[in-house]
């Protein structure tokens, strides 16, 4: 497939799953929602790392509202200080009729902080809210990919929502039939295998 870029397959709602040799601190054992991806750049945020922090501390409004746990994920190195919220609209919403969202892929959308939660509620699933994001510059996610440190693969919407005590990496790599789903498999600590 000779021309075909490394990042081809990657598009928003896309999880780049970190490969087991992928050990770098911030994205070891990660699944990452990919938000926006174009000839600029990627973003996204990781799923599967919650704060000791909880939303209401943060955002108040919103606190009560959020998936539990109601705890703000910690999205990515980039950005810390700043918020970003993820929702699963319920079957039937069009993000393009409702305000203060943006639609990623399918129901996943991204909120406005800023707006009115009451408004929303009774459109969402569910919301999810991460401090910071994950992000590449023009050509980075591309050799990253070429060097095997992400696996990439289709999302789901519940992948945004998932609990806290699901192993998320491993399910989602599980859920992706052979060979990819023995990776599943590779122990956290090689040293303890």
């Known amino acids: 497939m000779e021309g075909v870029r490394p990042d081809a397959?990657?598009?928003?709602?896309?999880?780049?799953?970190?490969?087991?040799?992928?050990?770098?601190?911030?994205?070891?054992?990660?699944v990452v929602y990919?938000?926006?991806h174009r000839g600029a750049g990627t973003l996204g945020v990781v799923l599967n790392r919650p704060s000791e922090v909880a939303v209401h501390?943060?955002?108040p409004n919103w606190g009560p509202h959020v998936t539990r746990p109601q705890a703000v994920y910690i999205g990515g190195p980039v950005e810390q200080k700043t918020a970003l919220c993820l929702a699963a609209l319920r079957t039937g919403e069009d993000h393009t009729r409702l305000d203060g969202v943006v639609g990623v892929h399918?129901?996943?959308?991204?909120?406005?902080?800023?707006?009115?939660p009451e408004e929303l509620l009774p459109k969402v699933?569910?919301?999810?809210?991460?401090?910071?994001?994950a992000g590449w510059s023009e050509g980075q996610l591309a050799g990253e990919i070429e060097r095997e440190d992400w696996i990439v693969v289709p999302g789901l919407p519940d992948d945004v929502l998932a609990p806290a005590n699901v192993d998320l990496w491993g399910r989602v790599l599980r859920r992706q039939g052979m060979p990819t789903a023995l990776l599943a498999t590779f122990p956290s600590d090689v040293k303890r295998n």
Do not use: K, Q
């Not at 699933?125 to 994001?133: D, E, K, M, Q, T």
């Open 106 to 116: 399918g129901p996943v959308a991204l909120v406005d902080l800023d707006g009115d």
């Open 57 to 59: 501390d943060v955002l």
């Open 125 to 133: 699933r569910g919301l999810r809210v991460f401090a910071g994001y």
């Open 34 to 36: 990919v938000i926006d």
């Open 9 to 30: 397959e990657v598009e928003p709602g896309s999880l780049l799953v970190a490969a087991p040799s992928l050990t770098d601190s911030n994205f070891r054992r990660t």
